[in-house]
């Protein structure tokens, strides 16, 4: 066996085992929760003990319409496929699933379900472009999440 064929067998191990590493940007998820229309102002903070966001959306009641601010962490619980599950840890002011969906039930790429919310990592080019296998396991950092995609 030849050096080159060591070092490509070697590669293709590692990638194997551990999977294809992506960034997901606190901005990736800005702009998925900014395509909902009804929701304005928002951000989104990534740190190690999970996701944060903050933002206004309308909400109308009595034929009145008013803008609430909200504040919701989310928790990462389990991978499936190509999809992060998140729990909803704290919202505030209050834990509605009406509000819930308002902000979160954006299908393909984000669905909300009880008490859980689905992210679709298809949705950005940077995870089409490794066209086979699932999410191995992920990693919360300041500022982005890690994905590890592989077989």
Known sequence: MSFLEKVKNGVNKIRDEKGVPIS???QM???LIKKTDKVKETSVVIAEDGITITGK???????IKKDISFLI???P???ENREIHFKIEKFKPLNLNFLNKKIFHNPPFLSYD???IKMDVNGWEKVKKVPFGNIKNY???DGKIT????I
């Open 24 to 26: 997901i940007s606190q």
């Open 73 to 75: 962490k989310l928790l």
């Open 139 to 141: 990693e919360l950092t």
């Open 147 to 150: 994905l590890s995609i592989g």
């Open 57 to 63: 959306t309308e909400v109308e009641k009595l034929m």
């Open 114 to 116: 009880g008490n859980l």
């Open 29 to 31: 998820i800005h702009e």
């Open 77 to 79: 619980v389990k991978m």
